[in-house]
């Protein structure tokens, strides 16, 4: 951590002091900054006041920026409205878009304690077998709750358009190909227009959290889920997206994939915790959906998730990230999402 008052990368101190003095109730000056490892996007710090007070900054990577990405008053506005619903989420208690306070905007919430299981290690040391179980069902439900609210019931109503989604998803993210890619990958191109044309129907549109996996959760001391991470990618449409990313990220003792070619581990890999099959029968229950067709939504995960890996890429290689990245095993993860999503399109060709 930062010595109080202390510039690190993407912060400036004494400036930053001074706002969440002016506009967070009972921060005091000066403030101390941590970097908290693991996101890949936007940057993420733990800040801690004069007077113990800890609370989370969220803010764009150093660098050039993308067109529309890292918009950070969106961002903020997603966690506030979301957190009007029974979704567990930090509350948020200030935006700032002035860049003349730390270059970029930022958003600040409030800390909520727990353990966000990025790695099977993590997991081991942290929760019993029993207690995994606890967890995987934590994980259903409040995705199950999350698609059952009403955008329009929490502000968030025109937040985005709620048809087309998987149509508007293809179209956005293979522009981000075209703008970030590093290298020609032919199977992207395959997998992009197979994808276009066996788009399923939409049935009926909710609130997308776009990157919904453990990673991205506090898990409490009982297993339940404490507060979902990292709404950067929310937006309306088909939530079966969301359901076919948490499967691709639910990898099973054993088994070997995109998941496990990353530098990062799958934190299920360590084993006790619900089968794929059990987490989508509990989903269909809960919500009442058909998810026969799941298999689609898979396949247009892992590509938009190379899509997203090669942006990573892209930006460690430009020196945008504040620290040194393991760009090899991007490259290699984003080969293999386009690989895993062209075998799944043949298995149903």
């Known amino acids: 951590m930062g010595a109080p008052g202390q510039d690190i990368v993407g912060i400036r101190a004494a400036a930053l002091a001074e706002w969440?003095?002016?506009?967070?109730?009972?921060?005091?000056?000066?403030?101390?900054?941590?970097?908290?490892?693991?996101?890949?996007?936007?940057?993420?710090?733990?800040?801690?006041?004069?007077?113990?007070?800890?609370?989370?900054?969220?803010?764009?990577?150093t660098g050039p920026l993308l067109p529309s990405a890292h918009d950070m008053?969106?961002?903020?506005?997603?966690?506030?409205?979301?957190?009007?619903?029974g979704v567990p989420v930090?509350?948020?208690?200030?935006?700032?878009?002035?860049?003349?306070?730390?270059?970029?905007?930022f958003y600040v919430m409030r800390f909520v304690p727990g353990?966000?299981?990025?790695?099977?290690?993590?997991?081991?040391?942290?929760?019993?077998?029993?207690?995994?179980?606890t967890i995987g069902e934590s994980v259903v439900t409040t995705l199950a709750v999350l698609?059952?609210?009403?955008?329009?019931?929490?502000g968030l109503g025109d937040l985005g358009k709620r048809e087309d989604y998987l149509p508007r998803q293809l179209r956005r993210w293979r522009g981000q190909w075209e703008a970030s890619k590093t290298r020609e990958l032919v199977t992207m191109e395959a997998v992009a227009d197979a994808l276009e044309q066996a788009v399923p129907a939409q049935v009926g549109?909710?609130?997308?959290?776009?990157?919904?996996?453990?990673?991205?959760?506090?898990?409490?001391?009982?297993?339940?889920?404490?507060?979902?991470?990292?709404?950067?990618?929310?937006?309306?449409g088909d939530v079966l997206a969301d359901v076919g990313y948490l499967l691709n990220n639910w990898v099973q003792p054993g088994e070997e994939g995109p998941a496990t070619t990353g530098a990062a581990m799958p934190p299920t890999l360590a084993g006790g915790f619900a089968t794929r099959e059990e987490l989508v029968a509990r989903y269909e229950e809960l919500t009442g959906r058909d998810c026969s067709g799941i298999a689609y939504y898979r396949a247009f995960q892992y590509w938009r998730f190379a899509v997203i890996m090669e942006g990573v890429l892209d930006r460690y290689?430009?020196?945008?990230?504040?620290?040194?990245g393991d760009t090899e095993a991007f490259r290699l993860q984003v080969e293999a999402c386009a690989d895993e999503a062209l075998g799944l399109i043949r298995s149903w060709g």
Request: net charge negative; proline share 8%.
């Open 147 to 154: 698609h059952a609210v009403d955008p329009a019931d929490v």
């Open 205 to 236: 549109s909710g609130i997308v959290h776009g990157d919904y996996r453990l990673g991205n959760m506090l898990v409490d001391p009982d297993g339940a889920i404490a507060a979902v991470l990292d709404w950067e990618l929310c937006t309306l």
């Open 20 to 61: 969440f003095e002016a506009n967070v109730a009972g921060a005091r000056g000066p403030l101390a900054f941590d970097q908290i490892a693991g996101g890949h996007s936007n940057l993420t710090y733990r800040v801690t006041d004069a007077v113990g007070n800890v609370f989370v900054l969220r803010r764009p990577p």
């Open 90 to 105: 930090p509350e948020a208690l200030g935006l700032c878009t002035d860049t003349s306070v730390n270059d970029q905007p």
């Open 73 to 85: 008053a969106r961002e903020h506005r997603i966690i506030s409205g979301v957190g009007r619903s």
């Open 317 to 324: 290689t430009k020196g945008a990230m504040g620290d040194a």
């Open 115 to 133: 353990v966000v299981l990025d790695d099977p290690a993590k997991v081991t040391a942290s929760y019993p077998p029993p207690t995994r179980r």
